[in-house]
């Protein structure tokens, strides 16, 4: 992958099989965007719409369900700028080329991040796996697993590279 | 058609107007092993308003110490930026200093 930023605009070129995964990912997102928190896996919904702050707020359950009602606006508002990347990996070129102007670049972040924490959740992925590093450890964990780690560690290089082109010297 | 007010309705809104202006309300912010590092720094900085080494330190303490308290505020806008922290991932509560 390639990442340029150009008059405001962040570029990112992918190969045939990089457009394909992150066509994949951004339909997954498309899909668990559209569900009612209430209709998600309890362990994706736990990290999406984890009602924990509202708790130690002490608000009633009434307002707790009109704060995750609003935070699913928000996602449901990410999800038009989701179908159209979606739609962009999907035209044939080569390489694939993704433009997202750089003041979606917060929005696209975020899009990405809830797919990282989705995998995490539902996969039962907790810091000793996020933090494999031997052969050994990797040979451990399902297939499953696997995969959910690799989706999350694509999508951190992406987010990475991002954050480098909005951000000079990072961390 | 005439409209009446309700004592107990108006004594509840009363109440509620006075617990969002109630001082000192931190935001806390709790680690997690998913989160990008350069992310909540990113994040501290678009919600927050933080400079990036007022964000990375905070980040960093996040990381290091578990939590971070990113701000004191009315309890109206403690409860703001939780929601606006949580919306980007991050896990966020709020509670009285």
């Known amino acids: 992958m390639q990442f340029s930023l150009q008059n405001g605009t962040i570029i990112i070129e992918l190969h045939e099989i990089e457009a394909q995964v992150l066509c994949h990912i951004l339909s997954l997102i498309c899909k668990n965007y559209e569900t009612r928190p209430e209709e998600m896996d309890p362990r994706a919904r736990a990290v999406w719409y984890s009602s924990r702050g509202c708790r130690s707020a002490g608000m009633s359950e009434e307002e707790i369900d009109a704060w995750i009602d609003s935070l699913h606006e928000y996602k449901s508002e990410n999800l038009e700028l989701c179908r159209k990347l979606r739609m962009d990996l999907e035209v044939p070129a080569e390489p694939r080329v993704l433009k997202i102007p750089s003041e979606y670049a917060s929005e696209f972040l975020s899009i990405l991040n809830d797919h990282r924490l989705f995998l995490a959740a539902v996969h039962d992925i907790d810091e000793s796996k996020m933090e494999i590093s031997s052969q050994e450890e990797v040979l451990q964990l399902s297939f499953v697993q696997f995969k959910a780690l690799r989706e999350i560690d694509f999508l951190a290089e992406i987010m990475e590279r991002i954050l480098k082109l909005i951000t000079p010297n990072r961390l | ?97």
């Open chain 2, 1 to 97: 058609m005439s409209t009446q007010v309700l004592p107990g309705k108006v004594e509840v809104i009363e109440e509620k107007s006075e617990e969002s202006f109630e001082k000192n309300w931190g935001v806390i912010v709790w680690n997690d092993p998913v989160n990008l590092m350069n992310y909540v720094v990113h994040i501290f900085m678009k919600v927050l308003g933080f400079s990036k080494e007022k964000a990375t330190v905070h980040m960093l303490e996040v990381h290091y110490k578990g939590k971070s308290c990113v701000a004191i505020e009315s309890r109206e806008k403690a409860e703001l930026y939780q929601q606006q922290i949580q919306k980007f991932g991050l896990i966020v509560t709020i509670q009285q200093i």
